[in-house]
């Protein structure tokens, strides 16, 4: 009789995990199979893996206490983890086990994982990267806290009413949260503004005027092959008194929940718009909020399982993820001395050696400071802890030789104008290691905003360049692409990215060559038919897909492509004899609400789309569509097809970028220009399978310092010209002919972000791209090398570099 098949082996653990998904359908849901919905179904099905995570979860928290393991504490006011369904029963190894034991119960796992919610939990590449970041810390078993905000209503969810952007909120907790785990007695006192008042000898005590409590909320985090669940920690906010009754029952019904309310808008929204006073304060209110809580429970921790604080730089590495969190530096000051009677100078080196700060932008703007009044009035103790840590910094500088130039560069106070509180300083000084997140970004770093700090302090920066999980953004989001790589060279990638690498001999393999080409077009097929489904869009899969996907900043420079898409609808229009290749041209991101130049960026690439999608004229070799409410889950539809990766920032302005990572890993071809990780990238992959254009960053600071005149770049263009002149007459804006005559003269006047000194290099790249295009089996390979050469960029590979050399935990 011959052995039983590993198939029919399983049958019986599929038939018991089809049991217990019903059961847990009946007595968690309150629903049997006939009168289950989707939902229904979709929260017995996370209800039931969720218990195989728990015990994992609880295994790898006890065996971290029972080795005494150093934890890192990743503090981020964004975690954009997206859906969680997929991520955990893949990196369970159980997507065939769950699949079936569903399609024995008529149900399809794939249309349950479309209708689970994307966590509303951040915006952009810094959420995402911290997402990332937890995936892999658990994937290397470390054991980690990621802390941050449970947002109710995130940033926002974007719709395009006549192709402006509206914001609505976000509802993701419209029904609950299936993976989430409220931890009551993880409750802290937050208190803001109050007086600080003298106490026996030295010691001062702060007594705020009000307070909230910040209850912790847990989410695992499941790493790859389960080996490891970290926590993902977010706070939520109450008032200790919900409604003053005495208020209610005297007829003031509203006023009688004030409190509450403001506890709530502490977690209601991202960014709340900062354009006004009282946004700022929210602001500063939200970031010291979840600073202050997460800190509070680092101690509590440490002091529980080590006893002495002064261990804790030994137990304990927090890493703060960009300036949001700096407050935790005053904030962990205030702890040691006020809770735990150290002085000064000795919490002050505590302190040092316990925090690492990432810095990810170069833009004045996103270094964040706070008018001082408004820091002192919320904050009034934290004021007296910067203004000591400010003294000790400016004594150091001063003793090193610094002159008043250079003091006035390293203050924690900014004296010019009105007086400011510098967080990325505060983060700068109270933290033992500072990095950028890429090469590139690190040297500028050290050149230009830290230039006089790293002075002061010149081994402190370092460099860590961006990963992204492989997990999610090859093996989830491109299974075919997957399994025919695993049907070439076998499973090793899956845990070593690196391993990648041995892909490359088949970019030369003409048969793998027009495989991996037939991935690609069905990708493109499925995304086709979501858009057309959810827009009405026809596009031609056969055409190249042409995307840029991500926040829209004048900086990141989508009005250079659209303003060269402009200039190729000309062209094609007025050579309708030439050998065009057909092109699909895609935008997707969100403006922040107060942006005006980028909400109107957003509506010139929908007037332009509108134009030349109804124009006959271009024979249907060009489409345009802006695609909304871009998020984790639109960005696993789109990168998987996509076939040219638009990273055109102006040099010197994007840290890092982690969209560049993620398209070539699907295989697609960056067109980009030398900045952020692109410089790398192309090191990588080899400077013939990447299209770079532009001016480096070094010449756009020596462009800016000559006096650049970006007229004379125009009358230098006829295509450029010719396409600013049409966007500014309103032909693509017949109802407002005047709406984008500010955007180009911004161009025209100013071009900060080198829009025309660029565009003639970005006209000609994007012709290269084209000339390409029309050799297939050169395109082929090069997209294959790229798939096979960005293995190190893995965040794995990321994690094991801060975790060497920044954390100590390996």
């Not at 990267?129 to 980690?144: I, K, N, Q, R, V």
């Not at 209610?248 to 309310?261: K, P, T």
């Not at 012709?767 to 794995?796: C, L």
Request: aromatic share 8%.
């Amino acid at each position: 009789m011959p052995a039983p098949s590993a198939s029919d082996a399983a049958s019986p653990a599929r038939e018991r995990l089809a049991d217990t998904i019903l059961d847990t359908l009946v007595h968690r849901i309150g629903k049997d199979a006939q009168a289950a919905r989707p939902h229904d179904w979709l929260a017995a099905t996370i209800l039931t893996v969720r218990n195989d995570i728990i015990e994992r979860w609880m295994a790898s928290t006890k065996a971290a206490h029972a080795a005494g393991a150093k934890r890192v504490y990743y503090l981020s006011l964004e975690f954009l983890i997206g859906r969680l369904l997929r991520d955990a029963i893949s990196n369970l190894g159980r997507n065939a086990d769950v699949a079936r034991a569903l399609a024995t119960l008529g149900v399809d796992l794939a249309q349950l994982e479309e209708i689970e919610p994307d966590a509303a939990l951040g915006n952009g590449g810094l959420g995402r990267l911290a997402a990332c970041f937890m995936e892999s810390l658990a994937s290397l078993d470390l054991p980690a806290y990621g802390y941050g905000i449970r947002y109710v209503n995130g940033m926002f969810r974007q719709r395009l009413d006549d192709g402006w952007q509206v914001e609505l909120p976000e509802t993701w907790l419209a029904y609950g949260n299936p993976w989430e785990f409220e931890r009551r007695e993880s409750a802290y006192f937050i208190g803001f503004g109050g007086e600080v008042a003298a106490t026996n000898g030295d010691a001062v005590h702060w007594k705020p005027a009000e307070a909230v409590e910040a209850i912790a909320v847990d989410t695992p985090v499941v790493g790859w092959r389960g080996k490891r669940v970290n926590t993902l920690r977010l706070w939520t906010a109450r008032a200790f008194d919900p409604i003053r009754l005495d208020a209610f029952n005297a007829g003031d019904h509203i006023g009688a929940l004030a409190g509450q309310n403001r506890a709530e808008s502490l977690v209601r929204v991202l960014y709340p718009a900062d354009s006004t006073a009282a946004g700022q304060e929210l602001r500063l209110r939200q970031e010291y909020f979840f600073s202050s809580a997460s800190i509070q429970d680092i101690v509590r921790r440490h002091v529980q399982y080590f006893g002495d604080i002064r261990t804790l730089p030994d137990k304990a590495a927090i890493q703060m993820n960009d300036t949001h969190p700096a407050v935790s530096v005053a904030e962990l000051m205030r702890l040691l001395i006020d809770h735990h009677e150290f002085g000064f100078d000795e919490a002050w080196e505590i302190t040092k050696r316990t925090f690492g700060y990432t810095n990810h932008t170069l833009l004045p703007e996103a270094l964040e400071s706070w008018p001082l009044p408004l820091f002192e009035r919320l904050l009034p103790r934290h004021m007296q802890i910067v203004y000591g840590v400010n003294a000790k910094l400016l004594r150091e500088a001063r003793k090193s030789g610094a002159d008043d130039q250079a003091i006035a560069a390293i203050s924690l106070i900014d004296e010019g104008g009105e007086r400011r509180v510098r967080m990325a300083n505060l983060a700068f000084a109270g933290s033992h290691s500072v990095n950028g997140v890429a090469a590139l970004h690190t040297d500028l770093m050290k050149r230009t905003v830290f230039a006089d700090l790293h002075r002061l302090y010149p081994d402190r920066i370092n460099n860590k360049t961006n990963g992204i999980t492989p997990r999610r953004w090859l093996q989830q989001c491109n299974p075919a692409l997957t399994a025919l790589i695993r049907e070439a060279i076998g499973d090793a990638f899956l845990d070593d990215a690196e391993r990648l690498a041995d892909l490359a001999p088949f970019a030369e393999d003409a048969a793998f060559r027009e495989r991996f080409a037939e991935v690609k077009r069905a990708n493109k097929v499925a995304l086709s038919n979501y858009l057309k489904e959810t827009m009405g869009l026809r596009l031609n899969p056969d055409a190249l897909f042409d995307v840029q996907v991500k926040r829209i900043h004048e900086y990141k420079r989508q009005l250079l492509n659209i303003v060269e898409t402009v200039a190729l609808y000309d062209q094609i229009r007025s050579h309708p004899e030439r050998d065009w290749v057909p092109r699909v041209k895609l935008f997707a991101g969100k403006a922040a609400s107060s942006y005006h130049n980028a909400k109107l960026i957003i509506k010139l690439a929908g007037d332009v789309a509108r134009r030349i999608n109804a124009d006959p004229a271009v024979g249907g070799m060009l489409k345009v569509a802006f695609v909304p409410n871009y998020n984790v889950s639109l960005a696993e539809k789109i990168i998987p097809a996509a076939d040219l990766s638009e990273q055109i920032s102006t040099a010197g302005m994007e840290a890092s970028g982690t969209g560049n990572m993620k398209f070539a890993l699907n295989g697609a071809l960056t067109i980009g220009t030398l900045d952020g990780a692109n410089v790398e990238i192309r090191d990588h992959v080899g400077h013939e399978n990447i299209v770079i254009f532009g001016l480096t960053a070094d010449e756009v600071a020596a462009k800016r310092a000559e006096g650049y005149v970006p007229g004379d770049a125009i009358a230098a263009s006829r295509e450029l010209s010719q396409a600013l002149a049409a966007i500014r007459s309103g032909v693509f804006s017949p109802d407002d002919p005047a709406r984008y005559a500010g955007l180009v003269d911004g161009i025209r006047d100013h071009d900060w972000f080198m829009v025309a000194a660029d565009f003639d290099a970005y006209a000609q790249a994007q012709r290269d791209v084209d000339a390409r295009w029309q050799d297939a089996a050169g395109w082929r390979g090069a997209t294959v090398r790229n798939v096979a050469r960005v293995g190190w960029f893995s965040s794995d590979r990321t994690i094991r570099d801060y975790a060497h050399d920044i954390w100590n935990v390996m």
